[in-house]
């Protein structure tokens, strides 16, 4: 099998990943804000840091690990805005 047939399957799993997580990225702006899939991006975008595919490629790799930052501060702030309303409907 030479290298070329090897890292097709690579690559395509690769594109699979990038693809789901744009889906959810589009879910989550299309209105469904709910920590448990801000999480899921940030688990995708963890999964595309960490191909074996995107080792070799830095420009990426940083692109990637910026949306992740983004993604784990919107997991945080719906997770902060779930408590204050916890703590607040329980005040009521």
Known sequence: MSDTEL????RQ???QLHAATCVLM?????GRHCPKLAHLIVQQ???LLSHPELVEI????NMYRQMMDHWQQVVD?????????QRQ????
């Open 7 to 10: 890292t097709e399957p690579i």
């Open 13 to 15: 799993e690769l594109t």
């Open 26 to 30: 589009i879910r989550f702006i299309n």
């Open 45 to 47: 975008l963890a999964c």
């Open 58 to 61: 830095p420009a990426s790799r």
């Open 77 to 85: 702030q719906l997770l902060e805005q779930r408590t204050a309303r």
């Open 89 to 92: 409907s329980q005040y009521h």
